[in-house]
Each structure stands twice: as C-alpha cells, then as structure tokens.
C-alpha cells in the first residue's frame, strides 16, 4: 500500500513566520506535488517536482517554494506566511513511466495564518 | 475559463437513490479521466478512471466519457450513506492533474 504521510494535520501560525510542509512517501515514487485546496476552487497545483533536487512551478507558485532532496521528501516553505495562505494543502506522490499513473494523497495540513 | 467545469453542489438524495454528477472540460488532449473521492477531514483517493471515450463499470459506480462533448459522469446506484463524500473529477494530460472543484454529495438513510 502506497503511503503518503504528511508532517502536521493541523497547523496555526502567525503572519511573517516562515512555515514548512513536509511530505514523505514510502513507494518510490518519483514525481511529488503539492495542492492547496480551498472551497469552491478545488486542488490548485502550487508546485511540483519530477526527481531529486528538480522542481517546476504549477499554477500558483508565488509565496511558496518547495524543496526536494530526497526522493521519499518533498517539503512546500511559506517564506513569510501571509492570511491568504489560510488553506488545507495536499501533497500527493505519483509514479512515472507507465501509462496509468494514479496520484497518491496525504491527509492534509490545515494550516490557519493569523 | 477554466479547464474544469463541475456542478458544486452539494446533492443531497435519499438512500437507494440514482446518483450523477458531473463535469465538463475545455482541452481537447485530455487523454485520462479520473474521478477522486474524499472523505471529510481525508486526503482524496482514486475512485476510477476511463481513458478516451466510453463507459467504464466498477460495482455500483460508472464513469462516463463524452470526448465530442467534452462531458465526464459519474454514476452511482443504489446509493449508500458512505457514499457520503466529495467527488472530484480530474482529466489528465501527461503528468498533469487537472481537479474540478468538487460536488460534495449527501446520501441520508
């Protein structure tokens, strides 16, 4: 069984702090992402990363950047957490190279910036 | 215009009841569709999928591909209270998800 584990399910933190989200999977999965989900909005891919020490912008980069070095870790920074990133982040890992590459998800973090 | 269009909901239907939801999409190379669930306070996890056009079954679950229309269903008979969740379709190209915001459904005994 494919397993996501995600460091924190719950989260509060104040506005400027730097923030750190961290993903492990234990599969071998070389693609990792991560989604913050919001109501009405649905999963929006902040960034991702398809192998160590390599990371792509998705659609909703700013304020965020992510880090990758290990395979099994994929870890999402809010350089300076602001209330808009007052969200439930996903991280989800998913294996490459065969055709039908399902995306395996953590539980979430909720994090609230106050 | 988003790439995912999906009916927000939230359905609300008796138990035993027919249950559809829906979605559409704007990118004609969407090859695989996906349908997630996720339970309150759960990440989501992978229902099923079609790729290209077509009906697939699995149990009390169909999915549904139109690509001439650009319209994904998913099915559900017989519905059930742990039906109860939100469901998220997800058309993908290459390695790239692309989530519909969810129609959270209520299946009440």
């Known amino acids: 069984d494919v397993k996501v584990t995600q460091s924190s399910r719950y989260l509060v933190k104040r506005t400027g702090e730097k923030v750190f989200l961290e993903c492990v999977q234990d599969m071998d999965h070389e693609n990792m992402f991560w989604y913050r989900q919001d109501p009405g909005l649905g999963l929006r891919l902040i960034y991702f990363?398809?192998?160590?020490?390599?990371?792509e912008k998705g659609d909703i980069p700013e304020g965020y950047s992510v880090s990758r070095e290990k395979k099994e870790r994929f870890s999402l920074i809010l350089e300076s957490a602001s209330t808009n990133q007052t969200s439930m982040y996903l991280c989800?890992?998913?294996?490459?190279?065969?055709?039908?590459?399902?995306?395996?998800f953590g539980p979430g973090t909720r994090l609230t910036v106050l | 215009q988003k790439e995912v269009e999906q009916d927000p909901g939230p359905l609300s239907v008796p138990e035993g009841a027919i249950v559809s939801l829906n979605c559409t999409y704007s990118n004609s190379a969407f090859q695989y569709f996906m349908w997630y669930r996720q339970y309150s306070r759960k990440g989501p996890e992978l229902l099923m999928y079609?790729?290209?056009?077509g009906n697939k079954e699995d149990g009390r679950f169909t999915a549904q591909v139109d690509k001439s229309s650009k319209y994904i269903s998913l099915f559900i008979r017989d519905s059930q209270p742990s039906d109860s969740a939100t469901y998220l379709c997800?058309?993908?190209?290459?390695?790239?998800?692309?989530f519909g915001s969810g129609t959270k459904l209520n299946v009440k005994p």
């Open positions: 990363s398809y192998d160590v020490k390599m990371k």
């Open positions: 989800a890992s998913q294996k490459s190279g065969t055709t039908y590459n399902e995306q395996f």
């Open positions: 079609t790729y290209s056009s």
């Open positions: 997800a058309p993908r190209n290459f390695n790239k998800f692309y």
